[in-house]
């Protein structure tokens, strides 16, 4: 499971020790419910909250789709990070934890006591260029000119936006990057909704898609349905008292997408769903070069089976 790094996590608790105060419990519902209902991690969040049931999450997903990258392009080995929407510079854990040849990265946010967050915790990391990170106070919207980064990484960052601008803010991201950008939303239809039209003005710009999707044509899901993954992460012992929760992991629903400037091959099919294993064989909802579909896979066609059971939600079919 995508468990934060020590440094982290010893770095989260030192300011937990020195800030938290009132009900964590009371905190991370309002949160938790703010979230559900497809929202991002600006308005009057409470930042302890947040560190203990929302940053593990993130982190996880975070890490999920970088991992992702790495199958699908071996060979990237990005110098330059932008976290965007950075937050308490979740993303940058993560991407400097796959990529530890990163030399320098950037935070972006337009909310200050974030970037002071993001920079504290940040200080505290063993990766040098986390702590050495610098700080920039800006809104997706209106990026600095001279803004550029090998990885570009918005995480859970469009969510503060109308789903409206989700395409023109995707836009420019896109010109801040000089090879890859991942955009990573919430598993709800609203993330959805934006990672759909982030989509659709990157093919516009001149991407190439990475993932999850096999195809460059119109994507085939329709509201109500919608495309998105899950991730397991653990639970510590404050995130499972702050939710009430009753057991040691959590499942992080996400919606995302790679775009890279170089262009590569895009084969398979993508798993859209947790497999279905019956008696007589085990069935798949897929994503390809013709659109949706199902595929089944019989018991007694032994070695595809064996192979196809060992595969999950998210994972490419073939």
Not at 22 to 30: F, I, P, Q
Not at 202 to 224: F, Q, Y
Not at 286 to 296: K, T
């Amino acid at each position: 499971m995508n468990a934060i790094p020590a440094d982290l996590k010893a770095a989260i608790d030192r300011h937990l020790a020195e800030s938290l105060s009132g009900s964590l419990v009371e905190k991370t519902a309002r949160m938790s419910e703010h979230y559900r209902q497809g929202g991002g991690s600006g308005g009057a969040l409470d930042f302890g909250a947040y560190l203990v049931a929302r940053l593990p999450a993130t982190y996880a997903a975070v890490a999920f789709c970088l991992a992702e990258l790495a199958r699908r392009r071996p060979q990237f080995s990005p110098q330059t990070l932008l976290d965007a929407g950075a937050g308490p510079g979740t993303a940058a854990w993560a991407a400097t934890s796959a990529y530890p040849g990163i030399s320098a990265v950037a935070f972006l946010d337009n909310n200050q006591p974030f970037l002071k967050l993001a920079s504290g915790l940040a200080a505290q990391g063993e990766h040098l260029a986390l702590q050495r990170a610098r700080a920039l106070n800006a809104d997706l919207g209106n990026l600095p000119d001279d803004l550029s980064a090998d990885l570009v990484v918005a995480a859970y960052a469009l969510a503060e936006l109308p789903v409206v601008e989700a395409g023109d803010t995707a836009a420019a991201l896109w010109k801040t990057c000089e090879n890859t950008l991942v955009v990573i939303e919430p598993g709800t239809p609203q993330g959805f909704a934006r990672i759909h039209r982030v989509r659709a003005a990157l093919i516009a710009e001149g991407a190439h898609l990475i993932a999850p999707c096999t195809h460059m044509k119109s994507c085939p899901i329709l509201l109500p349905d919608w495309c998105h993954f899950s991730v397991r992460l653990p639970r510590r012992r404050d995130h499972m008292h702050a939710k009430k929760a009753k057991v040691p992991f959590e499942d992080e629903k996400f919606s995302y997408l790679i775009a890279s400037r170089q262009p590569g091959e895009l084969r398979g099919s993508r798993i859209l769903s947790p497999p279905v294993d019956g008696k007589a064989d085990i069935k798949f909802k897929l994503c390809g070069h013709n659109g949706l579909f199902q595929q089944s896979v019989a018991r007694r066609d032994k070695a595809e089976y064996k192979r196809v059971r060992k595969l999950g939600w998210g994972d490419l079919f073939g």
